[in-house]
């Protein structure tokens, strides 16, 4: 860890802290943390996880500034990174899965439905809509909500501000039969879904990787069904940017081995948007609504 007093400047991405270095013409790369006993920032995120940390223990959090002495008679501390939404049951005492943690997350915020089949049968089946306000986001947003509500779906639209209260969004969630967005961090609330719901991923241009690794491959892992809409080139917002047979269209590797993952990134991840093509998409969102009926049954 390294604490700075001096100026400090955020990349426009928010993934990067640059800091002023001494004796050095270079300029060095920090991940951003909060700053020391900068509780504006800490109690804010303490606050939205309270629910998972106050069941982990029988006892409260403690604050290791307050300088009292604690005693125990033994610990488990530092993390390990298991992979993408996914636990390795061999390299966890108790030999939990995500199964076990979803499980742990549902009690933890009182959601009594486990499985779809639970969900009550007399309602359309409901879709909950990742609205994204900046990158990667519908350009036909409406289009797209009154296709969904044609074919059978109750649509509901969920924004940041859905994301921000964690105890209602996993309620709500426990309620739907599909969770549909772009690829995006919105996504990780598959794991509030119940099982057998489909988590219904629209895939940019250049993000087929991650799309796989950070939501299609757990979420098959957690119970959960995957359907997957890989967008044109010329639904995606680049078509307005780049001629057809640009290398960002025709080989996307090229980016990457150019400039890295910030070229990537600022290709394919902050700066592309969809216009979906609704005939196309409206064969998946069938096969989406064939999954649902089947897996109430």
């Given at each position: 860890?390294?604490?700075?007093?001096?100026?400090?400047?955020?990349?426009?991405?928010?993934?990067?802290?640059h800091v002023p270095s001494n004796g050095s013409q270079f300029e060095h790369s920090v991940?951003?943390?909060?700053?020391?006993?900068?509780?504006?920032?800490?109690?804010?995120?303490?606050?939205?996880?309270?629910?998972?940390?106050?069941?982990?223990?029988?006892?409260?959090?403690?604050?290791?500034?307050?300088?009292?002495?604690?005693?125990?008679?033994?610990?488990?501390?530092?993390?390990?990174?298991?992979?993408?939404?996914?636990?390795?049951?061999?390299?966890?005492?108790?030999?939990?899965?995500?199964?076990?943690?979803?499980?742990?997350?549902?009690?933890?915020?009182?959601?009594?439905?486990?499985?779809?089949?639970?969900?009550?049968?007399?309602?359309?089946?409901?879709?909950?809509?990742?609205?994204?306000?900046?990158?990667?986001?519908?350009?036909?947003?409406?289009?797209?909500?009154?296709?969904?509500?044609?074919?059978?779906?109750?649509v509901v639209r969920a924004g940041t501000d859905a994301m921000l209260n964690l105890e209602?969004?996993?309620?709500?969630?426990?309620?739907?039969?599909?969770?549909?967005?772009?690829?995006?961090?919105?996504?990780?609330?598959?794991?509030?879904?119940?099982?057998?719901?489909?988590?219904?991923?629209?895939?940019?241009?250049?993000?087929?990787?991650?799309?796989?690794?950070?939501?299609?491959?757990?979420?098959?892992?957690?119970?959960?069904?995957?359907?997957?809409?890989?967008?044109?080139?010329?639904?995606?917002?680049?078509?307005?940017?780049?001629?057809?047979?640009?290398?960002?269209?025709?080989?996307?590797?090229?980016?990457?081995?150019?400039?890295?993952y910030p070229a990537v990134r600022a290709v394919y991840f902050d700066g592309q948007n969809?216009?979906?093509?609704?005939?196309?998409?409206?064969?998946?969102?069938?096969?989406?609504?064939?999954?649902?009926?089947?897996?109430?049954?």
């Amino acid at each position: 860890m390294c604490l700075s007093a001096k100026p400090v400047r955020i990349s426009n991405g928010g993934l990067t802290v640059h800091v002023p270095s001494n004796g050095s013409q270079f300029e060095h790369s920090v991940r951003p943390y909060a700053r020391r006993d900068d509780e504006h920032m800490m109690k804010p995120v303490t606050r939205k996880y309270s629910g998972i940390l106050n069941r982990l223990s029988d006892y409260e959090a403690l604050n290791l500034d307050d300088g009292s002495v604690h005693c125990f008679p033994g610990a488990v501390v530092g993390l390990r990174y298991h992979d993408n939404l996914a636990l390795n049951t061999s390299d966890v005492p108790a030999g939990y899965s995500m199964r076990e943690f979803r499980q742990f997350l549902r009690e933890s915020y009182d959601v009594k439905i486990k499985n779809v089949r639970e969900i009550e049968k007399l309602q359309k089946p409901i879709l909950i809509l990742i609205s994204r306000n900046h990158t990667r986001k519908f350009l036909n947003e409406d289009a797209v909500v009154e296709l969904a509500q044609e074919l059978g779906f109750q649509v509901v639209r969920a924004g940041t501000d859905a994301m921000l209260n964690l105890e209602l969004l996993a309620k709500m969630l426990s309620s739907c039969n599909v969770l549909a967005g772009v690829h995006g961090a919105g996504l990780t609330n598959e794991i509030f879904l119940p099982d057998g719901a489909v988590v219904f991923q629209v895939v940019p241009l250049g993000t087929d990787w991650a799309s796989t690794n950070y939501y299609q491959i757990p979420a098959t892992a957690m119970d959960l069904q995957h359907l997957e809409y890989k967008i044109e080139p010329k639904e995606s917002s680049l078509s307005e940017v780049y001629g057809l047979d640009d290398p960002v269209f025709v080989d996307p590797a090229s980016v990457s081995a150019k400039g890295g993952y910030p070229a990537v990134r600022a290709v394919y991840f902050d700066g592309q948007n969809a216009k979906i093509n609704l005939n196309r998409f409206k064969d998946t969102l069938q096969e989406a609504m064939r999954l649902v009926r089947h897996s109430m049954t």
